[in-house]
């Protein structure tokens, strides 16, 4: 530092005495006194930031400080100014002393410029160009799942105008000041911080502050924070039972009458975590059938359908509320035929779950379900599709010998599955088709089922 400012010192020192010299020499050769050395009106904007002081009025004078500048044409005015931008290393003697009358006159100004020049150089290497400008921005934000404190806030912006070169119009800059107006507010309503992250393992007064939140708000996306959080916390078995405790089943089931399917789906899920608990089965079992319905009628494929079937399958693991299902067995078994790969899994699996109650095959079987149904015993199917149907079937084949319902075979019509299963051999005939499929597990299935018939 002790250097910097002694270099400082030293280039100073020699452009005082240049432009001193200079200065004699004029006096010595009585130039003209009507011709202006120095210009008055020039004044450099913003020479506090390089530490260099102007004085006006310096006319002819000899203890001029180092902001003044001799006259030149505009041209060199803007050279100097680049000079401060751009650094040491652009050359600016060349244009004044090119316009100067020569011989001595020439190089005494030409040695004025040039000190000049390398002194603002070594000056101004570590100070800020002049004129600054710009604008901040504040981009609107929400309240993201799994971030402590985020909040809805409109964009800000502000331009801030620079400081123009003559002192007569830094006023004026100040007044025409501009701030943008703030932008429109995000779709979703209102501004809240929501206190938790969604993966906080919460203790039960914590829970308790959720649960208010998600009874008392209407806005989708704060119920949807809420809601995942909520799931995310019954997905541990001491919060299942703090959350039973707390009230909060029928304050996350009251969601599934909402519209909004990303409202639903995150209810569905919430409750699919709590229902793993076998006294929360016992509070869910008064929203199964409405889970049901909506499961049924809700846009084929969709993740809430997805939930939901998920939802029921939880909820028929054992033989309790099965019997709360069973006029929707027809829906079920046309959406096995309709669905996609992923939903024809799950419907397999909800319908196992009735399979592995004999008192539930009856109703079962006797149900009306699309002869395509077949298809799905054809080797081009995968492994998981192949292995389920043929666990259904196997399962129901052998529910009708233990309950003895083959005896009564003129009581199923002919669109049944128990006609489809059982009686028009098509079944079979596909079954045994598949005992040359190259997945060895598949074909050990195959002749399981094959050994029971």
Not at 225 to 249: D, K, M, P, W
Not at 310 to 318: A, D, K, Y
Not at 428 to 440: G, M, P, Y
Request: hydrophobic share 35%.
């Amino acid at each position: 530092m002790g250097r910097t400012r002694e270099a400082g010192c030293v280039a100073a020192g020699m452009v005082i005495g240049a432009g001193a010299c200079y200065c004699v020499y004029r006096l010595t050769w009585r130039k003209d006194e009507n011709e202006k050395i120095w210009d008055d009106d020039e004044e450099f904007s913003d020479t506090s930031e390089i530490g260099v002081e102007t004085e006006k009025g310096a006319k002819n004078n000899v203890g001029v400080g180092v902001g003044a500048k001799p006259q030149c044409d505009t041209e060199a005015k803007a050279e100097v100014r680049l000079g401060l931008e751009s650094g040491p290393g652009i050359k600016q003697g060349s244009h004044c002393g090119s316009q100067s009358r020569g011989g001595l006159e020439a190089k005494a100004k030409a040695l004025f410029t040039i000190l000049k020049e390398q002194a603002s150089a070594k000056v101004g290497k570590g100070a800020r160009i002049g004129n600054i400008s710009g604008s901040r921005t504040l981009a609107p934000s929400l309240p993201c799942p799994g971030v402590r404190g985020g909040g809805c806030h409109p964009a800000k912006s502000g331009a801030r105008a620079g400081r123009k070169a003559s002192g007569k119009s830094k006023g004026k800059a100040r007044n025409k000041s501009t701030r943008a107006l703030p932008t429109t507010w995000p779709v979703r309503r209102g501004k809240f911080n929501f206190p938790y992250k969604i993966d906080d393992i919460l203790s039960t007064p914590d829970l308790q502050k959720v649960l208010n939140i998600l009874e008392r708000t209407n806005d989708p996306f704060i119920q949807e924070v809420a809601l995942v959080t909520l799931g995310n916390n019954a997905a541990y078995s001491f919060n299942q039972n703090a959350i039973r405790e707390l009230g909060g089943v029928p304050v996350i089931a009251k969601l599934i009458k909402t519209k909004d399917p990303i409202i639903r789906e995150k209810t569905y899920n919430a409750l699919n975590n709590l229902s793993v608990n076998a006294e929360n089965q016992g509070k869910i079992k008064t929203y199964i059938s409405q889970v049901c319905d909506d499961t049924v009628i809700c846009r084929l494929d969709s993740a809430v359908q997805m939930a939901g079937l998920r939802l029921l399958t939880n909820m028929t693991v054992t033989n309790h509320y099965q019997h709360l299902l069973s006029y929707s067995f027809p829906d079920f078994f046309a959406l096995l035929f309709l669905g996609n790969h992923f939903t024809k899994i799950q419907i397999m699996k909800l319908i196992i779950n009735f399979t592995e109650n004999p008192a539930m095959t009856r109703e079962l079987v006797s149900c009306k379900v699309p002869s395509e149904l077949i298809s799905l015993f054809n080797k081009e199917w995968d492994r998981e599709i192949l292995l389920n149907i043929l666990t259904l079937f196997e399962n129901i084949n052998d529910n009708i010998k233990t309950e003895g319902l083959a005896s009564s075979r003129k009581e199923f019509s002919r669109s049944s599955l128990f006609f489809l299963f059982k009686e028009s051999g098509v079944c079979v005939k596909k079954i045994r088709a598949l005992a040359n499929h190259n997945d060895l597990v598949v074909k050990v299935k195959v002749l399981k089922v094959l050994t029971k018939l």
